[in-house]
């Protein structure tokens, strides 16, 4: 999310935490199956309040400004 007093990236409070889980999963070579798994298991509700899926994950991965601030930020 955009800080709305400096204009920069910086990470959701409310969601910042599952980013990094997610990236640090990934980055620990996790297939994204059992990411998708884990985040369902404990009802983290994905980015449109549905399940998770690895397809959503990987594209939350690619995606330049948000996999750029999971990176910089966690």
Same mark, same amino acid.
Do not use: C, H
């Given at each position: 999310?955009?800080?709305?007093?400096?204009?920069?990236?910086?990470?959701?409070?409310?969601? @910042?935490?599952?980013?990094? %889980?997610?990236a640090d999963?990934? +980055?620990?070579?996790?297939?994204?199956?059992? &990411?998708?798994? =884990?985040?369902?298991?404990?009802?983290?509700? @994905?980015?449109?309040?549905? %399940?998770?899926?690895?397809?959503? +994950?990987?594209?939350?991965?690619?995606?330049? &400004?948000r996999? =750029?601030?999971?990176?910089?930020?966690?």
């Open positions: 999310m955009i800080d709305p007093e400096t204009g920069q990236l910086t990470p959701d409070p409310e969601t @910042g935490v599952y980013a990094r %889980l997610i999963e990934a +980055l620990a070579g996790v297939p994204l199956v059992k &990411v998708a798994r =884990l985040l369902n298991e404990y009802e983290i509700p @994905g980015p449109r309040g549905g %399940l998770w899926q690895v397809n959503t +994950l990987s594209q939350l991965l690619q995606q330049d &400004v996999a =750029l601030g999971v990176i910089l930020f966690f």
